[in-house]
């Protein structure tokens, strides 16, 4: 399996178990519980992205660019994050005040 599908799928399996399972029972429909356990969920995948990958030197590509693990990881978790979270939004009636 290549680096970046590893991190891929490490993202997308946090995103799956955050929305999916964790949020619903503990933050329901509050934006500031859902962001809070997200900056949590953000934090664990990068620091199982940096032990993986931590001054490996392995240059990851996202769509034209070569980055480090660190922006590959992020971006693709926001990438994925996005619509994922504007449809638990849209099922849970997010409040956002």
């Known amino acids: 399996m290549t680096p970046e ?4 799928i490490l ?3 946090m995103i799956v ?4 399972f964790i949020y619903p029972r503990f933050a329901g429909n509050d934006f500031k519980k859902v962001s809070i356990q997200d900056l949590f969920a ?4 990068l620091t199982i992205a940096g032990s993986l990958y931590y001054n490996s030197h ?8 070569e980055m ?11 990438v994925i994050e996005v619509p994922v979270c ?3 939004a849209k099922k849970h ?3 956002f005040s």
Not at 5 to 8: A, D, F, N, S
Not at 68 to 78: A, D, S
Request: aromatic share 30%; net charge positive.
């Open 5 to 8: 599908l590893t991190l891929i």
């Open 11 to 13: 993202a997308a399996i």
């Open 17 to 20: 178990l955050g929305y999916g």
């Open 42 to 45: 953000t934090a664990i995948t």
């Open 58 to 65: 392995i240059a990851f590509n996202w769509l034209w660019f």
């Open 68 to 78: 480090n693990w660190f922006w590959f990881t992020f971006l693709t978790y926001l």
């Open 86 to 88: 504007l449809l638990y």
């Open 93 to 95: 009636n997010m409040k």
